[in-house]
């Protein structure tokens, strides 16, 4: 860790865990734009993408709380010993997520070739 405080690193590592987090989200919504939205399939992809969104949300709450809150109310030489949770805990909140977001994807193009058969 460079020249910047332990505290804003603490900040940059929470700002990456919902910015990976919240691209998931929008990767699943703009794989619901493949379907129209009128058909019984694009309802469909439509309600599981809010479903994951939720999820999705849920999962960052959940992460957010567990992984950083010791952080937050930690000083400087805490964080400073701590410094791998604050590289590692993106990557696992952002990482789920991320994969979940590929699965969801995937059952949103089966839906695309079925509606399209």
């Not at 010791?70 to 696992?92: E, I, T, V």
């Not at 952002?94 to 949103?108: D, E, K, P």
Request: glycine share 10%; hydrophobic share 60%; aromatic share 10%.
């Amino acid at each position: 860790m460079s020249s910047l405080s332990p505290h804003t690193w603490l900040q940059l590592s929470v700002a990456a865990s919902a910015l990976l987090v919240l691209a998931s989200i929008g990767w699943v919504w703009h794989g619901t734009r493949a379907l129209p939205s009128d058909s019984r399939d694009g309802r469909s992809a439509r309600r599981m993408a809010a479903l994951f969104a939720l999820g999705a949300l849920a999962w960052l709450a959940y992460g957010l709380y567990t992984g950083y809150a010791a952080l937050w109310k930690a000083d400087a030489l805490m964080l400073f010993a701590q410094q791998g949770a604050l590289l590692r805990l993106p990557f696992l909140i952002g990482g789920l997520a991320w994969v979940a977001a590929l699965l969801v994807t995937r059952v949103l193009r089966m839906l695309g070739r079925a509606g399209s058969a």
